[in-house]
Nanobody, 121 residues
Framework: QVQLVESGGGLVQPGGSLKLSCVASGSIFKIYTMGWYRQAPGKQRESVAALISGDNTDYADSVKGRFTIARDNAKNTVYLQMNSLSPEDTAVYYC???????????????WGQGTQVTVSS
């Protein structure tokens, strides 16, 4: 019903920057939250950044001051600008959104397929 397509991952040197994008499409009635998670090898998936109820943002302590989340409502797109990247940021990054598909329908979680970010010299 709802599809999320991520792009923008890749290989970058320490100290570099990347910008991830995630486009939501399908039977979208209302988007409640949009955000980014990541999962490094051997570790649990963790929240990186989220947009909650409008312009309220929430960041993991490890990325505060380096990552910025933003949303284009007209395009149902969420971005993650990542600066000052370090090898510890290496992970698969997943887009997440809570979406209601109709009036009176409770929101459900949807996930993208993930995009690999590798920080290495």
């Amino acid at each position: 019903q709802v599809q999320l397509v991520e792009s923008g991952g890749g290989l970058v040197q320490p100290g570099g920057s990347l910008k991830l994008s995630c486009v939501a499409s399908g039977s979208i009635f209302k988007i409640y939250t949009m955000g980014w998670y990541r999962q490094a090898p051997g570790k649990q998936r963790e929240s990186v950044a989220a947009l909650i109820s409008g312009d309220n943002t929430d960041y993991a302590d490890s990325v505060k001051g380096r990552f910025t989340i933003a949303r284009d409502n007209a395009k149902n797109t969420v971005y993650l600008q990542m600066n000052s990247l370090s090898p510890e940021d290496t992970a698969v990054y997943y887009c997440n959104t809570k979406v209601s598909v109709g009036w009176g329908r409770l929101p459900s979680d949807y996930w993208g397929q993930g995009t690999q970010v590798t920080v290495s010299s």
